[in-house]
């Protein structure tokens, strides 16, 4: 094969893998930057949950942070209930727009369209856990740090109002799955949940 020969066959050669390389590119998926629709698209896939939780609520006046533990149970889309086992029993339900608490053998029920803090609050953990981006929005405005692996929503009052009881709520996680909830105060006092998801039967 002369040089003009071997020329004109590189040449074909190099055009051939272009054109596959281009191919290849055009057939391969690309991945879109992980963002907060597709955090909520995935938190949006669990209809429901039960997990444990150890919460520790840090508080000025106290040397030490105040511990209970107990069982989260969550049926998509709207009901979230809280027990508490340690130190003392108590429950808070959440379904229907009502919150619903039980201590000391007494029964407590809130409309909760009545207390927008509580709404602000509730929504927070309802809204994530649903997958409700509408829902956060209306009340915070949001923000996502982190990977897909090991991701931390970050929640800041929209309204005046909330901000000066909550300054932020830090909830963190991996894939579709909560596991941590921070709410930092405004007035310096902090709670910070951890949460353990049980081993579906």
């Known amino acids: 094969m002369d040089d003009t020969h071997r020329m004109k066959s590189l040449r074909f050669s190099a055009l051939v893998a272009g054109v596959g390389l281009w191919l290849g590119l055009m057939a391969s998926p690309v991945l879109a930057a992980w963002d907060v629709t597709q955090l909520m698209q995935g938190l949006a896939q669990n209809k429901s949950g039960r997990a444990n939780f150890v919460e520790k609520k840090y508080i000025a006046l106290l040397d030490k942070p105040v511990e209970s533990s107990g069982e989260l ?3 998509a889309p709207d009901r979230l ?3 508490t086992l340690k130190p003392r029993p ?13 201590r000391n053998k007494r029964r407590m029920t809130l409309r909760l369209q009545d207390h927008p803090e509580l709404v602000a609050f509730t929504e927070s953990i309802r809204g994530t856990l ?3 981006m509408a829902a956060l929005r209306r009340i915070y405005n949001l923000d996502l740090e982190g990977s897909q692996e090991r ?12 901000l000066d009881v909550v300054q932020r709520i830090r ?6 799955e ?4 921070e709410i ?5 006092d902090r709670s910070v949940m951890t949460i353990t998801p049980m081993s579906k039967s």
């Open 73 to 75: 149970l969550y049926t």
């Open 81 to 83: 209930e809280k027990r």
């Open 90 to 102: 108590e429950s808070m339900l959440i379904e229907n727009g009502t919150l619903t608490v039980e």
């Open 130 to 132: 649903a997958g409700d």
């Open 151 to 162: 991701w931390t929503l970050i929640l800041r009052p929209v309204e005046t109002k909330m």
């Open 171 to 176: 909830i963190g996680g991996s894939h579709a």
């Open 178 to 181: 909560v596991k941590t909830i």
């Open 184 to 188: 930092e105060q405004s007035d310096k």
